[in-house]
């Protein structure tokens, strides 16, 4: 099993590491904002990755907290790129 932990995290790093560079490079606000709920969403499987790595339940609370403000945060920045596109 240890293999496929590291293969996990092999692929978790490397997807974070694209999704910095469509970050950087991104056309639109929409586009990092997306991008940022996409970074927050690799960082909880990470450390769910972690948890069940060590068998060790102490990391889910972390977890709980990281997707809760990446959903509020999706939704603040939806709720907000709605309101700037009704006062065009």
Known sequence: MTAVYYVVFALLGL???LTVVR???GPGVLDRIVTL?????LFAAGIAAEAARREDGTGLPVLLAVTLLAFVGSVTAA???EKREGMR
């Open 23 to 25: 970050l950087v490079r």
């Open 37 to 41: 709920d996409v970074l927050v969403t």
């Open 15 to 17: 997807s974070s590491l």
């Open 79 to 81: 709720h907000l790129v």
